[in-house]
């Protein structure tokens, strides 16, 4: 299929006319096959469309013309009108369209050493007339005139091209055939003042040029311009130059078409639905993301595979706006080198940034051109540089988001991250060649997780093994895998081009306080950030914070995973270690200090966090400037705790190595329960006894008694060493007396009522349960004394007197406030299902176990939920569900398998194999 748009809006098929419709439905082809191969906005193309008034129910008018138009153009299968988002899309041949057709002709015949005129000729043929003839909306009506200026240019380079091949007699006979000539082109005056000469009528040439001269006095008070006085001097004088060479002529034609590309990047692999992006791209696309992560490597990519759509030229301007070694270039500037790039003599560039803006955006209105403004600083640095027209397709690259003119210009946003690992791979291979890479499979992994997708760094990488072939990969690979000199390993040795040196410019461009923060932040650079802990490291209200990360964000030196959390990539917190404090400095000790502190004091501010409350009677109080997190319901605390685990730990650890006594008692153990609770024993006892040298330390006798509880509980369930356990809860008994505090006598109760039942000491452990809640009672807490109700409820079950155990146990879910966590709910759920299973009641017991399955789930309490499956799926079991029995019990084998608790998963495992023994299920 065929379109014209060239005169009247026509399409062909096979020879036949095709119906497209009435007028307004001809502006919509128009408009599209305008704009062919490019998305185009529904609201721009309704603009255009209804540019004054639209109508109410336009987008469904739109919708139908649209429609209609896919069902004319439906013979032709490579012509499609695609939805795209934002807007639609007419895939094309550009050949099929004149007017696309006579642009490349255009283009061709310009950059062509001979058949010059041939190409002007075939291109100027296609015009039939105005360009969308019969079609009066305004923006076509612009366009008709833009298109009217290119098909004059034409004309005009053709002239050029004939006086080139020495034709002057063609060039009279065209200027003849004109209705009149333009009195104030002086281009046009010039191709007619050479022909004339060269034609021997040296006078009729001068006279051409006294009537060009009075035109511009009279009517702009201006001379003509250097190049046509020039010119007329050779002819006054005879100047056999004027003969032999067209250089007069040639000078005053348009220059050459730009086509300022770096070369198409070398090695170039992966990233394809990001240039598939660009291909959907708006007039203006912002391509933003890290140093070092591709984006000008992608940019040319691109920009090299479409050149075809931009038969005018590609301008390319590097803005040094992150650059070690260069200032960023200031608008005007790059606006000066764009216009000598079109062809303004230095002498007639405006001397003032509106002016040079206005010019450019002149010049680029008619044409269809690629600007690529690359390594971009700011908005206000490309605002400037931004074409007027909608011909023309910008491409900005630059390390910040530009969110200030993505809003303005409404330009899409594309955002480059770290390449896959197979990307990298690939591209390792392109460069070094699969038979060296499989050659070490270990150093081939190492390599690539270590450069973490960065193409700067694989390209370093493969630079340095390319240039040293017979060093083994597993020797780069040892090279990177330490920390402390990996950035030196991807360093080119060279000031501006290295993985360093690109880091150090994005550094440097933030303001001082946000790179205080990312100094401070190399302080822990593997951390996982969330607002309050980075605003107490840096000792900075969280609003204050909160514009640091978002300039860090900006800058894509940080990266936000989740919402509200925050992380470096490893590399650039590896940059970020190399500027933070020493750690024991002043400065980087306070800082440290202030990380740990919010942890502790943020657990130590609910005094009932899961069963172990950590609650501290010395009155020592978080270091100045520290945000404190207030969780005001229980759930709240855990969740927070979970999503906290590996900062917590963290925190804890830095408290353990400056030897920091208080704040480490507070985070050792929660962590040491909050371990203890997923399952991870080992990890608990060993955070319990870091707990408890630090009470020790601190000569508080209640963190003492809590300390002895937790590390009795750890080693219960992580040695089997019932003796060593019962031995620390009887200190930490000891000690509770010896505080005179009554909450922690509760809880040193609690924890030997909780072994000794497992031990079967169950008049022992209803003794205990006894014991604290009339402590509870006295308290008068309900939290607590909901809690030693259930206690006293579970262990009078174990000893068959179900009737009181049930009683008990409901007394204490009434007993809970609101607000109480999931865990402590799930619990007394878990009780009061034990008793009703054991009471026969099954159906009861199977609603409890549902509840308390359901609880523990929603609070990720992996071991007590994987108890409650396992008692659940026996009820199932005794119900006759023997398929919902498997599921139950084989959840919770696989829950104590990933945990490697291989005592309980035994028993998930023993009970699934009665179901096969029984040939319940195969």
Known sequence: MEFRLLGTVEAHHAGREVDIGHPRQRAVLAILLTEANRVITADRLRDRLWPYDPPSGAPRTLHSYLSRLRSALAAAPDVNIERRAGGYLLSVDPRTVDLHRFRELTAHARSAEGSRVELFDEA??????????????????????????????????????????GDHTAVLAELAGEDGVDALDERLAAQCMLALYRGGRQAEALDAYERLRRALAERLGSDPGPQLRELHRQILTADPALLTRPQPAAALSQPPVPRQLPPRPSGFTGRDEALSRLSEAMPVTVVSGPGGVG????????????????????????????????????????????????????????????????????????????????????SAQVRPLLPGGDGCTTLITSRHRLTALVTESGAAHLTLSAMSAEESHATLVGALGPARLDADPGARAALVAHCGGLPLALSILAARAAAEPELPLAALAAELSDDRTRLDALDTGELHSGLRAVLTASVSALTPQTARVFALMGLIPGADWALHPLASLAALPPAACRRAVRELLNAHLLEQYAPGRYRFHDLTGLYAAELAPDPDSPEGAAALRRFTDHYAFSVYRDSAYLRMAVHFDGDAGPAPDVVVENHTEGDTLVDWFTAEYDSLRTAQSIAHDHGWQQPLWMLALPIAYHQLMRGHTEASLASSRKALLAAERLGLQAAVSQAHQMLGLALFSATGDDDAALRSLHEGLIAAEAADDALVRVQARWALCSVTSSLEQHETALSHAREALAIAEKLGMDLIVGMSLNTVGWCLAQLDMYEDAYTHCEQALHRLPDGTTRLLTGHIRESLGYISSRSGRLHEALHHYDAAVAMFAAGRIDVHLAEALLSRGE????????????????????????????????????????????????
């Open 124 to 165: 100027l043929a296609l015009w039939r007339g105005p360009a969308f003839d019969g079609l009066d909306l305004p923006w076509l009506l612009d366009t008709r005139a833009a298109l009217a200026a290119e098909r004059r240019a034409a004309r005009l380079d053709r002239n050029d091209a004939l006086l080139d091949a």
């Open 295 to 378: 984006k000008t490597w992608l940019a040319l990519r691109w920009a090299h595979g479409a050149r075809a759509a931009f038969p005018d030229g590609q301008l390319y301007v590097n803005l040094h706006g992150f650059d070690a070694c260069d200032t960023p270039t200031p608008p005007a500037e790059a606006l000066r080198r764009l216009l000598e790039s079109l062809g303004v003599p230095g002498d007639a560039i405006p001397p003032d940034l509106e002016g040079r803006t206005a010019r450019f955006r002149s010049l680029l209105a008619n044409r269809r051109m690629l600007v690529l403004l690359d390594n971009a600083r700011d």
């Open 875 to 922: 009820i199932h079991h005794a119900l006759g569900d023997l398929d919902q029995a498997h599921r139950d019990w084989q959840r919770a084998r696989d829950q104590h398998r990933s945990r490697g608790d291989s005592r309980r998963e035994e028993r998930a495992t023993a009970l699934l194999a009665t179901l096969t023994a029984a040939g319940g299920l195969a």
